[in-house]
């Protein structure tokens, strides 16, 4: 591959990796937007350099980023002497998509926790019940060391 890959080149592999996103359980439009934010030189895009890219409406952009802010995944920024909104994509982002879902093993843990109550530590649900909570607590405590591994080894710029 060459050290400048051409536009068509740099926009198949944004559409490529958004695609693995989307199958990932990012919205569309928001893996598209995270995709093109994560190839731009400087991490940064306006919302109409993102539509140019992407060839979406504003209003599709707008959509995209606003949940992509929600989430913490970008931020909005102006920068000095410009009036127009730049969006940033976390340096991070990955390790806090991470971050996000073993959130959420924390709440399938408890979740599941609360059906061994329901149904007695005793009975065959409750023994399934239980051994699944006890793999999302392992899982959920692995993966947080790892992101604080990696975030130890690899500071914030």
Not at 85 to 104: G, K, M, S, T
Not at 122 to 141: K, M, T, Y
């Amino acid at each position: 591959m060459s050290p400048d890959p051409t536009p068509a080149e740099i926009s198949q592999f944004v559409e490529r990796f958004a695609g693995v996103l989307a199958n990932s359980g990012v919205p569309t439009m928001s893996a598209r937007v995270m995709a093109c934010m994560l190839v731009s030189p400087n991490g940064t895009m306006t919302a109409a350099e993102l539509a140019e890219s992407l060839k979406i409406s504003q209003p599709a952009v707008s959509g995209a980023v606003r949940q992509l802010i929600q989430v913490s995944f970008i931020t909005r920024e102006r920068l000095p002497g410009s009036r127009k909104d730049h969006y940033r994509i976390r340096d991070d982002v990955f390790a806090a998509i991470l971050e996000r879902r073993n959130n959420a093993l924390g709440e399938w843990e408890s979740s599941v926790l609360s059906g061994v109550d329901l149904f007695g530590e005793d009975s065959v649900v409750g023994r399934r019940l239980s051994e699944n909570a006890e793999f999302f607590a392992f899982i959920r405590e692995d993966l947080n060391q790892m992101i604080k591994n990696w975030r130890a080894d690899h500071p914030a710029r």
